[in-house]
């Protein structure tokens, strides 16, 4: 079964929650970078333990570790990596890759029992 929902992507993940869809076994977040920590708390909410929550264009050709980027994505996705480090019972990792796109990657967490819903 395919579902495809059109709309504003925060309002449609309050809406999977009240349908009752979740929990998911994996999340693949590739939105708005403003977003990513608002993004990152609904996958926890949507998720059990052992759920992989997976994050892409993390690196941003390495723009997130300059301190001084105030880019509103890169900031973003900074908070996003702020939120994955002091959330107990969640585990992460992050991959930079190149390809013809440059440099970017991505983030691997992994949903503990400890982890808030």
Same mark, same amino acid.
């Given at each position: 079964? %395919? #579902? ?10 309050? $809406?999977?929650?009240?349908?009752? $869809? *979740?929990?998911? &076994?994996? !999340?693949?977040? &590739?939105? #708005? ?12 909410? $949507? ?7 997976? !994050? &892409?264009?993390? %690196? ?22 702020? $939120?994955? *480090? ?7 990792? *992050? ?11 991505? @983030? !691997?967490?992994? %949903?503990?029992?400890? @982890?808030?819903?």
């Amino acid at each position: 079964m %395919v #579902d495809v929902r059109l709309g504003r992507a925060l309002d449609s993940l309050a $809406l999977i929650q009240m349908q009752g $869809l *979740a929990p998911f &076994d994996l !999340i693949f977040i &590739d939105a #708005d970078k403003v977003n990513n920590p608002a993004y990152l708390a609904w996958a926890l909410k $949507l998720s059990r333990p052992g759920s992989v929550i997976v !994050i &892409d264009n993390v %690196v941003r050709g390495g723009a997130i570790s300059d301190a001084a980027d105030a880019f509103p994505g890169i900031q973003g996705t900074r908070r996003m990596f702020e $939120l994955i *480090a002091n959330t107990p019972g969640l585990s992460a990792t *992050a991959l930079q890759t190149v390809g013809r796109k440059g440099y970017d990657g991505f @983030a !691997i967490a992994i %949903v503990d029992t400890g @982890a808030p819903r």
